[in-house]
């Protein structure tokens, strides 16, 4: 079985930062991507950053230049360093992950969100 554990949400104010965290457990034969969702109240689910692991980052456009998603492929962590955060950030982030149990046996799996306010 596989978890995804993610720490690092909370409230800050606008133009402040966090750092969210996500770490990997479990029967894990190699990690292929990970990644960071949001979804705030009203609305659906949407991508904000992923990182291959051995591929280039990909961001949405509204975080790009505040955001970096980093992986630490000995932990089977990955952080998303928030700056210069802004009220339309807030909403729930959820770590997301496809995982390779065998080499030929992938599972798209998701964490249980940690909520991030941006708020003065």
């Known amino acids: 079985q596989v978890q995804l554990v993610e720490s690092g949400g909370g409230l800050v104010q606008p133009g402040g930062s966090l750092t969210l965290s996500c770490a990997a457990s479990?029967?894990?034969?190699?990690?292929?991507?990970m990644g960071w969702y949001r979804q705030a109240p009203g609305k659906e689910r949407e991508l904000v950053a992923v990182?291959?692991?051995?591929?280039?980052?990909n961001y949405a456009d509204s975080v790009k230049g505040r955001f970096t998603i980093s992986r630490d492929n000995a932990k089977n962590t990955v952080y998303l360093r928030m700056n210069n955060l802004k009220p339309e950030d807030t909403a729930v982030y959820y770590c997301?992950?496809?995982?390779?149990?065998?080499?030929?046996?992938?599972?798209?799996?998701w964490g249980q969100g940690t909520q991030v306010t941006v708020s003065s």
């Open positions: 997301n992950a496809e995982i390779r149990l065998r080499v030929a046996v992938r599972g798209n799996y």
């Open positions: 479990g029967s894990i034969f190699s990690i292929d991507v």
């Open positions: 990182v291959p692991s051995g591929g280039s980052t």
